[in-house]
């Protein structure tokens, strides 16, 4: 099995709820939206493993990963991207000697069923303003996504929300409520020029149905990867 990776490199952990854990990072090429804000690239011909400064040619192949993965020491196993969740089956084929957290834009649904065994999902949501062509429907499909990979006692889910400079308060509240019960809570990641006032305002109206937390990426105030 192979898939074709972005990069790969040990770093904390900047975003959500779990902020500041060690991770090795596992980047993967190719996603299936078009958020304005978003600052990975969708292609690669090769992938940087930053564990060893080997330039390695795509697709890597699932034995390689594997390898760093039983050797390294942290505190989990980070499937970003790009979209993971469009190579579901490259994640499946690796033996999970370190909890698998999976970073996913929630709109594969028919792949998010081959990750149950993830132990945490960081799962977007998308808001109207982030540029996704038929936000609708691929509202429809998170929603489907959060149900499957929901919050247990054995995998830990929580929903995260960018904000851009704009967006829609009531519409972030109602499409919460939809996936409150299959997380554990929510994180309001705010865009540069966000208003901050906005968002503490959308904060205190959530935390009425659920734990939401407003956290900023903070690898970038760190100066990390």
Same mark, same amino acid.
């Given at each position: ?9 040990? #770093? ?10 060690? &991770? ?14 978003? =600052?990975?690239? %969708? ?17 890597? #192949?699932?034995?390689?990963?594997? %390898?760093l993965i039983n050797s390294s020491k942290v505190h989990s196993v980070c499937f970003t991207g790009g979209e ?16 698998? /957290? ?32 038929? /936000?609708?429907?691929?509202? &429809? ?5 959060? %149900? ?19 967006? =829609? ?7 919460? /409520?939809e996936i409150k019960s299959f997380v554990f809570g929510f994180v309001l990641q705010p865009v540069f020029g ?8 959308? &904060?205190?109206?959530?935390? =009425?149905?659920? =734990?939401?937390?407003?956290?900023? &990426? ?8």
């Amino acid at each position: 099995m192979k898939a074709n990776l972005t990069e790969i490199f040990e #770093s904390v952990q900047g975003e959500g709820f779990y902020v500041g854990v060690r &991770q090795l990072f596992i980047r993967f090429a190719g996603c299936n939206l078009n958020c304005y804000y978003c =600052d990975t690239p %969708k292609t690669a011909e090769n992938c940087l493993d930053m564990t060893s400064g080997k330039i390695l040619e795509n697709p890597v #192949s699932a034995e390689y990963v594997q %390898k760093l993965i039983n050797s390294s020491k942290v505190h989990s196993v980070c499937f970003t991207g790009g979209e993971p969740m469009l190579q579901a089956e490259f994640i499946a084929s690796l033996n999970k000697t370190r909890p698998f /957290y999976l970073e996913t834009n929630m709109t594969l649904p028919e792949k998010a069923r081959l990750l149950r065994f993830c132990d945490i999902v960081a799962g977007d949501m998308k808001v109207r303003e982030s540029g996704v062509r038929n /936000y609708d429907e691929i509202l &429809q499909k998170t929603v489907k996504c959060f %149900k499957i990979l929901r919050n247990t006692r054995k995998r830990r889910t929580f929903c995260k929300i960018v904000l851009p400079e704009t967006f =829609d308060a009531e519409e972030v509240i109602n499409s919460s /409520y939809e996936i409150k019960s299959f997380v554990f809570g929510f994180v309001l990641q705010p865009v540069f020029g966000c208003s901050v006032d906005k968002i503490l305002m959308l &904060q205190k109206r959530m935390i =009425d149905f659920a =734990d939401t937390r407003i956290i900023p &990426q903070v690898h970038k105030y760190l100066g990390v990867r």
